[in-house]
Nanobody, 126 residues
Framework: QVQLVESGGGLVQAGGSLRLSCAASGSTFSAYAMAWFRQAPGKEREFVAA????????AYADAVKGLLTISRDNAKNTVYLQMNSLKPEDTAVYYC???????????????????WGQGTQVTVSS
């Protein structure tokens, strides 16, 4: 199995930046596509971004295109989410997820992902 641990969350002011990290262990990290989801208080968990096992292909939710960047470093077994120009509506618990990806297909549904981290809180103040 794959163990995922998120870090890098915190409190920032609107317009600020954060970089979230997700460290993976327990399996072959490069064989998995990775994704970030987020869940705001009282709302459904939503897709944020995904990246293929090679890092060559990415996908983003429309709301975050141009503002967030997902990347991965397979040598470090880590996936990142760089968040810039943060807004109060970005406040949420951010979750890292992984799924086997033999063909590099990126998926956006929660049910498409097998492994999940515990989440890291991001709070953006105005």
């Amino acid at each position: 199995q794959v163990q995922l641990v998120e870090s890098g969350g915190g409190l920032v002011q609107a317009g600020g930046s954060l970089r979230l990290s997700c460290a993976a262990s327990g399996s072959t990290f490069s064989a998995y596509a990775m994704a970030w989801f987020r869940q705001a208080p009282g709302k459904e968990r939503e897709f944020v971004a995904a990246i293929s096992w090679s890092g060559s292909t990415t996908a983003y939710a429309d709301a975050v295109k141009g503002l967030l960047t997902i990347s991965r470093d397979n040598a470090k077994n880590t996936v990142y989410l760089q968040m810039n120009s943060l807004k109060p509506e970005d406040t949420a618990v951010y979750y890292c997820a992984a799924r086997p990806s033999p063909y590099g297909v990126l998926r956006r549904g929660q049910n498409d992902y097998t492994y999940w981290g515990q989440g890291t809180q991001v709070t953006v103040s105005s």
